[in-house]
């Protein structure tokens, strides 16, 4: 096919943005050539020809938004020829002659009066007349506002409804009109015109609000917080990077022994390695970690995979390695997908706890403070300063209880305070 088509590079993709073309159009491409560079919610990907041919038509300029399936270039034979198609999409239902479906009533983008008619896919028009939608009432959402086939089904089933909406529209007017007067003059007030710069959220940012943001709606989330004395966790960590630096190999994080004590935890118990999918709760067979990184376009999450089978060495390289390329937006999709279970750690900014919102398909997200010196008062009366360390499980309740949340940090406690178990 000569169609280039928004591909979908991550599970979560809804859309991408063309972020640049780095071919022209008149340049031959070759298959598996990179056409351009697409921003996805994860990352900015790379995107290859499909075929051999030459770059005949760019649909979507740079910057543009375009939904997975929609087309945004034609590479062809050179001639000039080739046409963009209509989206894939599954036939439409047949209307009833004796009830066509009325016309949405809208602000035509352009009259018939003006010798123009709105730019539309052939099967858009055939679908248009079958439904007896008017296309001069249609607003397009395809590249450049081109009228798709979806585009007409939406205006078909918000047809009957019009009316009635236009009545309560009506009905509500002088309503959110004194409302929208209040508010006005409460921001106005409140924010002076000019005192502020407005920011557009970046594509991670605005996935990443939708996903949470039905993830707190959807998941009731329950909130546990265990104090774990790491004073023996930090001095076994200093004489395991010695011995790495003696063996010229680099050095293990705090992190990296969180993230290996989370998944040996997992292994042992795997109650909380769960997901809900369709009234059904998945017990996952592998121990995958995203561990969350913080990147000027917002925060990403990449993945270890099999983390219960690595060393501490191995997690540490990977880690770094990922953490890298995030914040450079490199990762693969792939690599930032089928996570189990999520560590974030906010303890190297000083914040001693904190809770986490979930990460949707996962059923739980660990949230780690900073190790805080406090005193302990022990069995014989004596008083010592330790390193405390708060963690806060944040858990999904319709597949993990309290107990099973409860049990999970006691088991996670009892290995941190027993450092070498971590690495046995």
């Known amino acids: 096919m000569p169609e280039i088509t928004m591909p979908r590079l991550s599970d979560t993709m809804e859309d991408g943005v063309v972020s640049a073309w780095l071919k022209q159009v008149g340049d031959p491409v070759a298959r598996g050539e990179v056409l351009a560079e697409i921003e996805t919610d994860k990352a900015l990907m790379e995107l290859e020809a499909y075929d051999d041919g030459v770059l005949e038509l760019i649909i979507a300029e740079p910057g543009t938004r375009v939904p997975i399936g929609e087309a945004i270039a034609i590479v062809g034979d050179g001639s000039g020829s080739q046409q963009p198609s209509a989206p894939k999409a599954a036939p439409a239902p047949a209307a009833e ?104 959220l970046t594509t991670i940012q605005q996935v990443s609000a939708k996903r949470l943001t039905e993830s707190k709606q959807q998941a009731p989330h329950i909130y546990l917080t265990i104090a774990i004395d790491v004073t023996d966790l930090l001095a076994f960590r200093g004489q395991l990077n010695e011995t790495l630096a003696a063996a010229g190999k680099s050095k293990v994080s705090v992190n990296d022994l969180l993230v290996k004590a989370a998944a040996t935890t997992l292994r042992t118990d795997p109650a909380v390695n769960v997901s809900v999918a369709d009234g059904k709760l998945l017990r996952h067979h592998g121990i995958h970690l995203g561990v969350a990184v913080a990147t000027p376009a917002g925060l990403l999450v990449p993945v270890i995979r099999d983390a219960d089978r690595k060393s501490v060495s191995e997690i540490a390289a990977e880690s770094r390695d990922k953490a890298e390329r995030a914040r450079e937006r490199k990762l693969r999709g792939d690599e930032m997908s089928g996570g189990t279970f999520t560590l974030s750690n906010l303890g190297m900014f000083g914040i001693e706890q904190f809770t986490a919102v979930i990460n949707p398909p996962e059923s739980a997200i660990l949230a780690i403070g900073a190790a805080q010196d406090e005193l302990r008062l022990l069995d014989d009366g004596a008083v010592i300063a330790r390193k405390i360390l708060r963690v806060t499980l944040s858990a999904d309740h319709r597949a993990i209880d309290g107990a099973v949340a409860a049990r999970f940090l006691q088991q996670f406690k009892d290995l941190l305070e027993s450092p070498l178990r971590i690495v046995a």
């Open 97 to 200: 002659p004796e009830k066509p479906a009325p016309a949405v009533e809208s602000a035509p983008a352009v009259t018939e009066t003006d010798g123009r008619r709105p730019k539309s896919s052939p099967l858009a028009r055939r679908v248009a007349a079958e439904l007896g939608v008017d296309l001069q009432a249609v607003t397009g959402t395809g590249p450049g506002g081109r009228i798709t086939r979806q585009d007409v089904d939406r205006a078909a089933e918000k047809a009957p409804a019009a009316r009635k909406d236009e009545q309560a529209a009506a009905a509500r007017k002088d309503e959110q009109a004194a409302e929208t007067t209040a508010n006005t003059a409460k921001t106005e007030s409140r924010t002076p015109a000019g005192d502020y710069d407005e920011i557009p």
